[in-house]
């Protein structure tokens, strides 16, 4: 089922649940949009397999060694999350996404005059030890998944971050619509591919260069 969505016209902070309906059905939200995210496995798979690095067996490897990783951390542009299932290693050019999202994210923000805050990352580059893990608690982990590339990440779309407290706080559902439509962007520009997880509060993300 493609996922879709609309834009409504409408490092300090504190970490927020999500207001309002957490569990709004992927046909809902189709039925609300005019553009689409519907770049399942097969697209993010094949572009992680050609951007990406050989997969990673366990975490007992020194990812530092690995010249095509550098590892991510939160910074003024987003928050890392807890990572249990996941290392925060991402190749230059995912991360070099990862920063341009999270800054047109906040430039959105700017330009309607609201509240800065940050996108959370959830989830990043996992071993063949994590998938296998995360097998166990989660439907949605496939045993060949792009994640295990070093190309891919995933952002929540349910709750930010709050640079700070001033101006005006702009509902999540608006903030989820906004992000959005920056992925929407740079996926039309061939940058990216993306997918909405229908059982996972996220933007499934895979560099495309």
Not at 100 to 129: C, G, N, P, W, Y
Not at 199 to 204: E, I, L, M, V, Y
Request: aromatic share 10%.
């Amino acid at each position: 089922m493609a996922i879709a969505l609309t834009l409504a016209s409408s490092c300090t902070g504190s970490s927020r649940h999500s207001k309002g309906k957490s569990g709004d059905t992927a046909a809902k939200t189709q039925q609300e949009a005019p553009f689409y995210f519907d770049d399942y496995q097969d697209v993010q798979l094949a572009a992680a397999q050609k951007w990406g690095i050989t997969p990673i067996a366990s975490r007992d490897t020194d990812f530092t060694k690995i010249p095509q990783l550098e590892k991510i951390e939160s910074c003024d542009l987003y928050t890392v999350e807890y990572l249990s299932h996941s290392v925060p290693y991402l190749t230059h050019h995912a991360k070099a996404l990862l920063d341009t999202i999270a800054k047109a994210f906040q430039d959105s923000l700017a330009a309607r005059h609201v509240r800065i805050e940050k996108i959370i990352v959830t989830s990043v580059t996992r071993t063949m030890d994590d998938v296998k893990r995360l097998q166990r608690v989660n439907s949605n982990a496939v045993s060949q998944s792009s994640h295990c590339y070093g190309t891919t990440f995933d952002i929540a779309h349910n709750n930010f971050y709050a640079v700070n407290k001033e101006g005006e706080e702009l509902p999540y559902s608006e903030q989820k619509l906004i992000l959005g439509h920056v992925l929407y962007r740079l996926r039309m520009q061939h940058k990216c591919w993306v997918l909405v997880e229908e059982r996972q509060p996220c933007f499934h993300v895979t560099v495309n260069y």
